[in-house]
């Protein structure tokens, strides 16, 4: 089962505009991570943020977690076409999950030059 | 690279055969998940162990299973293979077994059950 939904399914941006994608989830959390796939390529990890976090950065990447909503966003800044790929949100129920990860179905981002 | 290797990247095999796919975990990680990517499903997680340990389970079919090894690589066994196990999949690894680790994926293998 999906325990997170993405927001939107598709995106399309020209490269230099921002890109934001939003992902809810139904239960509580440990942590929330994001991740990237290429097209049939593996998954690369973003980032990791903990419930007890309200936003992180890294480089071009901002998440933000808002537990009482139970929704996550990640935007990226001044996108480039390298940024085209399918973006997973991941989440992690702690306790007796042993750290196993419930993804959502992805955004499709693509960035035109 | 995340330093997840799994082998073959590719097979195509036919109905009712058994194949085995190979995860050997980044250094010093002692948590291996094996994660089913398919079109009408998603991302589905599979199993999980623990140095040598099964820890959790998800929606894995009985034809399906896996162990972990003394030196942790892992391998995930398919067996009576039907169509719609084509999909591709996933080993990934963690430093420890709890909530809160980053945990890395390989590139996958790819299985085609023709």
């Known amino acids: 089962s999906q325990q997170g939904e993405e927001d939107p399914q598709a995106l399309s941006i020209q490269e230099g505009e921002n890109a934001t994608m939003n992902c809810s989830y139904k239960?509580?959390?440990?942590?929330l991570q994001w991740y990237r796939q290429n097209s049939g390529r593996g998954l690369v990890h973003l980032i990791l943020i903990r419930s007890n976090e309200r936003e992180k950065h890294s480089g071009r990447l901002r998440v933000t977690l808002d537990t009482s909503k139970k929704s996550s966003s990640l935007l990226i800044t001044a996108s480039r076409a390298a940024d085209t790929a399918s973006y997973f949100c991941?989440?992690?129920?702690?306790?007796?999950?042993?750290?196993?990860?419930?993804f959502g179905q992805g955004t499709i981002l693509t960035v035109h030059p | 690279d995340s330093g997840v290797t799994q082998t073959p990247k590719h097979l195509i095999t036919a109905t009712g055969q058994r194949v085995t796919l190979r995860c050997s975990p980044r250094?010093?990680?002692?948590?291996v998940y094996w994660y089913q990517q398919s079109l009408d499903q998603g991302l589905q997680f599979l199993i999980q162990?623990?140095?040598?340990?099964?820890?959790a389970k998800g929606n894995i079919l009985e034809r399906f299973s896996a162990q972990q090894f003394p030196d942790l690589h892992s391998e995930l066994n398919l067996s009576s293979l039907e169509l719609g196990d084509s999909a591709l999949y996933f080993c990934?690894?963690?430093?420890?077994?709890?909530?809160?680790?980053?945990?890395?994926f390989g590139e996958g293998s790819w299985l085609t059950v023709v």
């Open positions: 250094s010093g990680d002692l948590s």
């Open positions: 990934a690894s963690s430093v420890r077994q709890g909530s809160g680790n980053t945990i890395y």
């Open positions: 239960t509580s959390i440990n942590n």
């Open positions: 162990y623990y140095n040598g340990e099964e820890r």
């Open positions: 991941a989440t992690d129920a702690g306790g007796t999950s042993y750290g196993k990860l419930t």
